[in-house]
């Protein structure tokens, strides 16, 4: 932790030295999923740009408690105070309990989670397991004077606290703004004010999800889950609030309103959020038939897609990007993300049969540089793509040794290794397939055992050529050339990888 991070914050509209408030801990707190349908590419930004954060301030020596929420209550369609909750609509739909929904999809987000190698959360909250916790907060926010009932719900009165402390902070929407924009909104019958929203909401009778409060029988308002769970887990006071772009208004704004109305002041240093993913073009959106979810990537069942990509290459694709910029998706940018990904894989695998000589022309302060890049890029608001690019032009270095066009010292050789791997595979979160190392670096056991059974075939064939056995040798090779493996004849023997 000797070199500065430097963190944009949204609240503050700048980067910042990153300061935790009880260093070496850090709380994060991230906005995870509403469990209603698959993961989509919406959903993997985030969980990967969080996951680069947690990677790496762990790295950095830091104690890390990321928690991360199920949203499976409260979310009403169109972020709204009114409409039906998206789970209970789910569960009416398919006849099944609300639970069921929840607990299916939440699988499945998880199975998603898995394959893009995002590490998991410290804690994973549900807002149904915090009813209690949802309802202290309404009652402080009640008792301070920041809220009003009306029929049974309970409304946080916006108006009010604008008037002690300022609405908008985040946004940096005024409370005017907001209440031109909100103005169409139905349910506006029970609150003194457009903006106000929802802490607490009576059921109607044919509402499944409910629970008993002091107002009614109800459930909470989206908002409240997160600063209830946020305090419970990381205190009245943490670190890093994070999400996509699309949270800050209005949940984010309003999670700050419910601290502050409810404990005097705000709960949370640095706001971080990530840019959000356009398709060709256009914003993501189940009527644009755009909508792409993760399953439909990996299986490439979907009619925008041209085939499947792996998990690996949605990874890859999102972290060429700066987690503040937008991403555009395409075909062509997948495949693009896909070969670079391979380049890279490629030049690791080069890099283990490389034989170091005492003078070579690469020497230890060559890599000791590019080292140093790829962390001040990290330490800079977490930039990926500078560390890509970074490792690309290692791959092109690795790719001069191959050639015999340069050499490298035995001492750059290790360390060159070592950077490869901790950037690629630590940091970014790589997962190497099958088209990488065979040498166990983030690879399984068993892929090792299988590409130890195509390096016995191929010496096979080497044997056979030497015969001139050219029918066993053409064979093992189109054999081989069938099931997707890709041979090719070098001055020292054999290469081959796994096209698939
Ligand atoms: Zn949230």
């Not at 949370?268 to 439909?296: A, C, D, R």
């Not at 490389?354 to 690469?362: E, L, Q």
């Amino acid at each position: 932790m000797e070199q500065a991070l430097y963190v944009y914050n949204t609240l503050t509209r700048k980067k910042e030295v990153f300061r935790p408030l009880h260093a070496p801990h850090v709380g994060m707190y991230v906005c995870g999923p509403t469990v209603y349908g698959d993961a989509h590419l919406g959903h993997a930004r985030p969980a990967i740009t969080f996951d680069i954060i947690f990677r790496f301030l762990r790295h950095i020596g830091y104690k890390v408690r990321y928690v991360r929420n199920i949203t499976d209550v409260g979310h009403l369609e169109h972020d709204a105070d009114e409409g039906e909750d998206k789970i209970a609509k789910k569960a009416r739909l398919e006849q099944l309990e609300p639970m069921e929904v929840a607990q299916y999809y939440t699988n499945r987000f998880h199975e998603a989670m898995n394959a893009l190698n995002c590490l998991p959360p410290s804690i994973e909250p549900h807002a149904t397991g915090h009813i209690i916790e949802q309802q202290q907060l309404v009652q402080q926010i009640l008792d301070n004077g920041f809220a009003y009932e009306s029929n049974g719900s309970v409304y946080f009165d916006v108006e009010k606290y604008n008037q002690k402390y300022k609405y908008g902070i985040l946004s940096g929407r005024n409370l005017e703004n907001v209440k031109d924009a909100s103005r169409d909104l139905a349910g506006v019958g029970e609150k003194r004010n457009q903006a106000d929203f929802a802490l607490w909401k009576a059921a109607q009778p044919e509402h499944i999800m409910r629970w008993p409060s002091p107002w009614s029988s109800g459930f909470p308002g989206w908002h409240c889950e997160c600063t209830a769970m946020g305090r419970k887990y990381l205190g009245a006071h943490f670190d890093i609030h994070g999400g996509g772009m699309d949270l800050i208004f209005p949940h984010h704004e309003c999670e700050i309103a419910q601290a502050v109305a409810s404990q005097g002041e705000q709960m949370v240093t640095y706001w971080l959020h990530n840019n959000m993913i356009t398709i060709e073009g256009q914003k993501m959106g189940k009527s644009l038939g755009n909508f792409i979810t993760l399953p439909q990537f990996f299986s490439g069942d979907h009619p925008k897609l041209d085939r499947a990509y792996s998990p690996m290459t949605i990874r890859f694709f999102i972290l060429q990007a700066h987690y503040r910029s937008t991403v555009d998706f395409s075909n062509d940018a997948l495949q693009a993300a896909e070969k670079g990904l391979e380049r890279l894989l490629d030049a690791w695998k080069a890099l283990q049969s490389i034989t170091p000589t005492a003078n070579g022309s690469v020497c230890i302060n060559s890599v000791e540089t590019l080292k140093q890049q790829c962390y001040d890029a990290l330490y800079d608001d977490f930039n990926t793509p500078i560390v890509i690019s970074n490792l690309f032009e290692a791959t092109k270095t690795i790719n001069s040794i191959v050639d015999k066009k340069e050499t490298i010292t035995p001492d750059a050789l290790e360390a060159l290794k070592e950077t490869f791997s901790l950037f690629v595979f630590d940091l970014l979160g790589i997962k190497a397939g099958s088209a990488a190392a065979a040498d166990g670096s983030g690879n399984d056991a068993r892929e090792e055992a299988f590409g130890k059974v195509v390096d016995m075939l191929l010496e096979q064939r080497a044997k056979a050529k030497a015969n001139k056995d050219w029918a066993t040798s053409d064979m093992i090779r189109d054999n081989l050339a069938a099931l997707g493996f890709e041979v090719k004849d070098t001055k020292d023997g054999f290469t081959w990888k796994l096209n698939k």
